[in-house]
């Protein structure tokens, strides 16, 4: 199902006025059926000997999933992910080595039997726990993830809202501790071993989703655009559309030339799409500018021709012809290449008045001869009209230079020319 559009400019409801969606979201649709086919899978874990493993494979899912989750919630889209597709195998490895890092910090810090220690490095752990786990979602390294100064960079950021968000992380971790404990003191071993992997998966759903609103909410000062935004940036087809609503405002209020100069600056920024170009020149046309009918015709053949819209591109070029058979604004080679086209569709016509518009422009370019001789052809075949191909080879061969380009059209033009009578 695709997302509902964003208006541009729209503000997410803030992640604090939300605690009852967070709390319910791992129990929505595809969250909840994750949840509970990862909590049945954990049974596996307590088969002998490889146990161990099929734990291991349960959790990193579990992880992988929570991943996903932070990515489509910082994307703009409250819906739990149907699979686990954007998330990649690296980024959730290097998010579990963090954790366990981190983890493994806070045990030690016990262990040595300080208890202010211990309580500083959990302080500590759960302060940068949203900062790393963030900066991995969006792409960065596992060295820069780590790296206390960028946590403090993000707390500069999005200011006392980071310290929210930690202390909303941790409300949340306690809570499932405070009822695995309960759990496991009240139920039996293997059954509360089912609810506790419930609640552990509860609670990483329902934090990466928290996370992700967060990141969401504040996506402008973190630096980076959400997807979902990024699909709701006008297209180039939106543009058009916005343009020639504009175009047609300033023609309905009497005011031409302003359509005009609003095309005028928008063909310079960017590329359009043909039906702008038509509209452009037909303003043109209405406006008797021949001038700047001619050099569009020019760019505008040139930019369908490299976009491979051949018929678009003749169609234009017979346009221009019409309204100037002098028209000479395109490059020879492309214009050879057109009357190969134009041939190649049986537009003969078209063809033999690009050559004779190419004549006219460079009479002495070193294809002149060739040029001369495949239009006379084609008006004597294709048209029988022997007098405008004897003109065709009689003009070019005044102006020609070159002694074998002379001796063709000479034999042209005598094959051509009608045989007198004796006397």
């Not at 992988?64 to 699979?83: H, M, S």
């Not at 180039?236 to 504009?246: G, W």
């Not at 040029?371 to 005044?398: C, H, K, N, P």
Request: glycine fraction near 6%; proline fraction near 6%; charged fraction near 15%.
């Amino acid at each position: 199902m695709p997302q509902a559009p964003l208006p541009m400019h729209s503000q997410p409801v803030p992640f604090w006025r939300r605690p009852g969606a967070i709390a319910l979201y791992p129990l929505r649709g595809a969250a909840l059926v994750t949840l509970i086919l990862l909590t049945v899978l954990g049974m596996l874990g307590w088969l002998p000997s490889s146990g161990w493993i099929f734990s291991i494979i349960v959790y990193f899912a579990g992880y992988k999933y929570a991943f996903e989750i932070l990515l489509r919630t910082a994307n703009g889209d409250d819906r739990p992910p149907e699979v686990s597709i954007e998330a990649q195998n690296g980024a959730v490895w290097r998010l579990l080595g963090v954790l366990l890092a981190l983890s493994i910090g806070v045990k030690l810090a016990f262990f040595a039997g300080i208890p202010a220690a211990g309580v500083l490095a959990l302080a500590l752990f759960t302060f940068i726990q949203p900062a790393v786990t963030a900066l991995l979602a969006t792409g960065d390294g596992l060295f820069t993830a780590l790296n206390p100064a960028n946590a403090v960079r993000m707390i500069d950021r999005i200011g006392a809202a980071y310290f929210v968000v930690a202390a909303a992380l941790l409300l949340i971790q306690i809570a499932v501790v405070l009822a695995s404990a309960s759990l496991a003191s009240n139920l039996p071993g293997f059954l509360a071993s089912l609810w506790i992997d419930a609640l552990f998966f509860w609670g990483l759903f329902a934090s990466f989703h928290l996370l992700g609103l967060a990141m969401y909410q504040y996506h402008d000062a973190l630096g980076y655009t959400p997807s979902r935004h990024a699909n709701a940036l006008p297209t180039p087809q939106d543009r058009d559309r916005a343009l020639l609503d504009q175009v047609s405002i300033h023609a309905s209020h009497g005011d031409p030339a302003g359509a005009i100069a609003l095309l005028r600056d928008e063909l310079r920024e960017r590329p359009l799409a043909p039906a702008v170009h038509e509209r452009y020149r037909q303003l043109l046309r209405e406006a008797g500018d021949s001038e700047a009918l001619d050099a569009h015709a020019g760019l505008y053949i040139a930019m369908l021709a490299q976009s491979k819209q051949d018929r678009l591109a003749l169609g234009a070029l017979r346009e221009a012809l019409d309204a100037n058979p002098h028209f000479s604004r395109l490059d020879p080679e492309l214009r050879e290449g057109l009357v190969r086209r134009a041939l190649e569709l049986g537009q003969s016509r078209l063809a033999v008045d690009a050559m004779q518009a190419l004549l006219r422009a460079d009479p002495r370019h070193p294809d002149a001869t060739g040029w001369a001789l495949q239009a006379a052809q084609l008006l004597q075949d294709r048209f029988g009209e022997s007098t405008a191909a004897l003109s065709v080879l009689q003009t070019t061969r005044a102006t020609c230079r070159n002694e074998a380009g002379i001796a063709e059209l000479d034999a042209a033009i005598a094959r051509l020319q009608p045989v007198e009578p004796d006397a």
